[in-house]
């Protein structure tokens, strides 16, 4: 079963403050569709709608909207010194209330995984607090829960923090029926993580506290008297309630909430016409079929910024695509080609025909897109030149030289194809191309360190090939076209082949000026073909053929991720490809939800443990509490100090907030 589509281009007053995938509503029709593309030379927009119920008016009033989402990162900090306001309220650790405002009031709800309490700056565990809090405040506040206990006859610091800890586990953890050796009941977390987090609260309560609330007379206990005791008391120094919304570098991260909408554009419709694809689409005789690949490595890469460069945000440095990449390829479907030496060109990107064999794009009945085996022939050997490097990602450590590419800084290029660096070497340049990337052979070929960015590269897989389906009238010319052998008037020229010509088309020899053609053929004797003016044209050149309808942005796009390198000889390469939406769902989480392990680097990005041993811990107010060894032992020597890359290794150097390991889960580490 294939889809219907339903776009329209509209010829509109002004495209300046239109973006593409941006809603478009009609005030006039109420119609509303997806912005696919703007052309801001010819001032159209493109409309992708979901129904033909609803159709936009020429002379209608257009608008784009924006979604506004909040976004934000506060603490609001609350002591036993003085009172603290907050969003008109004043609160003191007094222990006299539990309920205290959040940092912020311009919401009216809030994501309760969103919000974090801590107490002395030791996390609270969400099962100890509830949001809304249960006074007036409701929405704008959390309330700590009271500790329910019957005091006991003693006096021992060390078995009243017992008497704590059991209190707070019956309270928070729903155990009070669970013993040692039976099963834990669902909906609990695993014992050792509830022992580990009751033992850590129960070390928050102060020891006057303890002593204070906890101890009794006899009578009290034979009485059995329940007591209740708010938290925070006046003993604790500070109580934290902290949000992290809509904050990308939060971790983990949690969506912001809509605020309101914005007007970003309007404009009136002039036209409105429909789409030139979709008319080819449903023509009765169509044009051949054409496919354009381009292939972008490496896949974690994907998709590529607005402007074109490599997303390498991850790496908190700007890198171009690999020397090479992307590698663009084209197929035509219904026709044969007649002239190998030449490029497709499709919205100013030349691709380079190959003899392609893919199977169809289709779905299952549930869904989902079946694979797709993609054979490409490897007659010049270059497929063979890719998926045997496994070098293609890394760069030059010694010389990772800045230059301009898609206009944006990127670095690792080879400053010999860098035209604004001293070193620039125009030989090198032609022979290599401008602002190319460094690769593993011109960094060793001179000395210097090439650095890994992924283990191996070989069979390409992970890469991401986009196949952009379109019709041969739609590309900026047609996609064959012969060469000039000899000029044998000024209105006679000499073919390698005619075959791609026919009485009537407008030809030039400059793809570039395609739009501005003049000249048409009147005849065709082959091997010549017959123009009204062919002054312009010499032995050697490209007889381009115009598209009158061509338009760049007229294609269906699929995205798939290379799954698998089936076979690889001298004839060709067989490639099978998992859909990319299908691919997430497949790998989704990357990470493995470990419980006692620790993934990042001790000290790296994530970790951001100070190799130092002092300062604060960056994102909390903790301090660096030293070296430890890889037996959590304490050492005062910086060569001993190895992480355990365990919960306790972090818990010991303060840094818990940075442990990527999940302690609720019941999954070891595997042995």
């Known amino acids: 079963m294939s889809s219907r589509n339903y776009d329209f281009i509209l010829n509109v007053a002004d495209t300046s403050l239109f973006v593409n995938s941006n809603l478009l509503i009609g005030l006039s029709s109420g119609t509303s569709g997806l912005i696919v593309n703007v052309d801001h030379s010819v001032s159209t927009i493109k409309v992708k709608l979901s129904n033909t119920y609803q159709e936009f008016i020429t002379g209608e009033r257009i608008i784009s909207n924006a979604t506004i989402f909040a976004q934000g990162n506060a603490t609001a900090t609350y002591v036993s010194t003085g009172p603290t306001s907050i969003n008109g309220n004043s609160y003191t650790l007094n222990g006299s209330t539990n309920s205290f405002s959040m940092p912020s009031s311009s919401l009216t709800t809030f994501f309760t995984d969103s919000i974090n309490v801590y107490m002395d700056d030791y996390l609270l565990p969400k099962q100890s607090w509830v949001y809304p809090a249960i006074t007036a405040i409701g929405n704008f506040g959390v309330t700590i829960k009271p500790l329910v206990y019957t005091k006991i006859v003693e006096t021992d610091l060390s078995n009243l923090r017992a008497k704590a800890a059991e209190v707070i586990k019956s309270n928070f953890f729903n155990t009070a029926t669970w013993v040692p050796g039976s099963s834990i009941p669902d909906n609990t977390l695993s014992v050792n993580y509830i022992s580990t987090v009751v033992d850590n609260y129960s070390r928050v309560i102060p020891d006057v506290d303890l002593q204070r609330i906890f101890s009794g007379s006899q009578a009290q206990v034979d009485a059995g008297t329940k007591f209740t005791f708010n938290l925070p008391s006046a003993n604790i120094s500070n109580l934290k309630v902290s949000l992290a919304y809509g904050e990308l570098h939060s971790s983990p991260f949690y969506p912001g909430y809509k605020l309101s909408e914005i007007e970003t554009a309007n404009t009136t419709i002039s036209s409105i016409a429909f789409s030139s694809f979709i008319a080819e689409k449903n023509a009765f005789e169509q044009q051949p079929l054409v496919r354009l690949y381009t292939l972008y490595y490496p896949g974690e890469w994907y998709p590529p910024l607005d402007s074109g460069n490599p997303n390498t945000e991850d790496l908190s440095v700007a890198y171009p695509w690999p020397a090479g990449f992307p590698v663009r390829f084209a197929e035509i479907r219904g026709d044969y080609i007649s002239d190998i030496n030449y490029k497709v060109n499709c919205g100013g990107i030349s691709y380079t025909p190959y003899p392609i064999n893919s199977t169809g794009i289709s779905m299952d009945s549930t869904g989902k897109i079946n694979d797709v085996t993609f054979t490409v022939s490897n007659f010049d050997n270059m497929i063979t030149s890719l998926v045997e490097n496994s070098f293609l990602c890394g760069y030059n450590k010694n010389n990772n030289s800045p230059g301009i590419v898609n206009g944006e800084v990127v670095f690792n290029i080879d400053p010999r194809t860098n035209a604004a660096n001293a070193y620039f070497d125009s030989s090198y340049a032609q022979q290599m191309g401008n602002n190319v990337a460094w690769t593993y052979e011109s960094t060793t070929n001179i000395g ?194 190895v992480c355990a890359r365990n919960d306790i290794a972090c818990r010991l150097r303060n840094n818990e907030k940075h442990f990527s390991g999940f302690p609720g889960t019941g999954v070891s580490l595997p042995r």
């Open 448 to 641: 210097d360190e090439w650095v890994p960015l992924k283990q191996d590269t070989r069979d390409l897989l992970g890469g991401v090939l986009e196949i952009r389906t379109t019709f041969a009238n739609l590309i900026d010319f047609w996609p064959e076209y012969s060469t000039v052998v000899e000029k044998a008037s000024a209105t006679h020229l000499r073919m390698r082949t005619t075959s791609p010509y026919r009485i009537g088309d407008t030809v030039h020899n400059n793809a570039n000026d395609m739009v501005n053609a003049t000249s048409v053929i009147t005849q065709i004797i082959h091997p010549y073909i017959v123009l009204n003016d062919g002054i312009a044209f010499n032995p050697g050149d490209h007889v381009y053929i115009q598209n009158p309808e061509a338009s760049s942005d007229e294609f269906v796009l699929d995205v798939f991720k290379v799954n698998n390198l089936e076979g690889l000889d001298d004839s060709a390469a067989k490639f099978s490809l998992t859909s990319w939406l299908q691919y997430f769902k497949q790998v989704s989480p990357k990470r493995s939800f470990l419980k006692n392990s620790c993934v990042w680097v001790y000290g790296g990005d994530e970790c951001q443990y100070p190799r130092s041993g002092t300062g604060t811990i960056s994102g909390s107010t903790k301090s660096a509490n030293g070296f430890f060894t890889i037996t959590n032992a304490t050492t005062a020597d910086p060569n001993a100090d």
